[in-house]
């Protein structure tokens, strides 16, 4: 199984330019989100889903939307990328549609630089 | 204010001792808590889930207690070796089973021969 699959891992951005980080998982995971990771500020929720067709907002949402049309794919939309979003984005997801029941698996991040 | 805390210094140890980390929470009330180890460059990997009702769980040389009362996780990683260097994260549901998992800043762990 290859688990959580993020692309690009690497990204660079001029500021306003609008991209989509990608994420799959070949789990049948009902349960998936996005977070991003800043040094000093560890791992921060920007959106999850709880199964198809919905989404819901983290801690840090504003600038980027989702959406789950399938249970395998939950991509990250930039809109208008800012120096701000420079980060390394990751996606994970678990079993079941609780993040209670477990653990999450961890994709290998996207990191994104915006200029 | 709501927030983990998990001491940012590095924690260095020598080879075959216990390491000890702790998180701390504020104004929160999870109904379970996580732990995760995290390499360089890598995604964050699962280590050990503690409910609130569990005082203690073990796995291997891991063990995780969780103290509703102080608002505390301690992790502990015994015979420690070269191999367990990386930075612990705990992690816990905001409010009592909530959808959301939030994450400490994290401890970096080095293991010296």
């Known amino acids: 199984n290859a688990g959580v699959t993020q692309t690009p891992k690497f990204q660079v951005l001029k500021t306003g330019q609008s991209m989509t980080l990608q994420c799959a998982q070949d789990m049948n995971h009902e349960y998936m989100s996005w977070y991003r990771q800043d040094p000093g500020m560890g791992l921060r929720l920007i959106h999850y889903?709880?199964?198809?067709?919905?989404?819901d907002q983290g801690e840090v949402p504003n600038g980027y939307n989702v959406s789950r049309s399938t249970t395998e794919d939950f991509p990250l939309r930039l809109l208008s990328a800012a120096p701000s979003q420079t980060s390394v984005y990751f996606c994970?997801?678990?079993?079941?549609?609780?993040?209670?029941?477990?653990?999450?698996?961890f994709g290998e991040g996207s990191r994104l630089t915006v200029l | 204010s709501q927030k983990i805390e998990q001491n940012s210094e590095a924690l260095n140890i020598q080879e075959g001792k216990t390491a000890t980390l702790t998180c701390n929470y504020t104004n929160y009330s999870p109904a379970y808590l996580q732990w995760y180890r995290q390499d360089p460059g890598r995604g964050p990997v699962f280590l050990l889930l503690?409910?609130?009702?569990?005082k203690e769980k073990r796995k291997e040389r891991l063990k995780v207690t969780f103290d509703t009362t102080l608002k505390q996780s301690l992790f502990h990683i015994t015979a420690s070796q070269p191999a367990d260097s990386a930075t612990y994260l705990c992690a816990l549901d905001p409010s009592y089973n909530t959808d959301k998992l939030i994450f400490g800043t994290g401890t970096r762990l080095q293991v010296f021969p």
């Open positions: 994970a997801s678990s079993y079941g549609d609780r993040v209670a029941t477990g653990e999450l698996f």
């Open positions: 889903s709880v199964g198809a067709g919905i989404t």
């Open positions: 503690i409910r609130e009702n569990e």
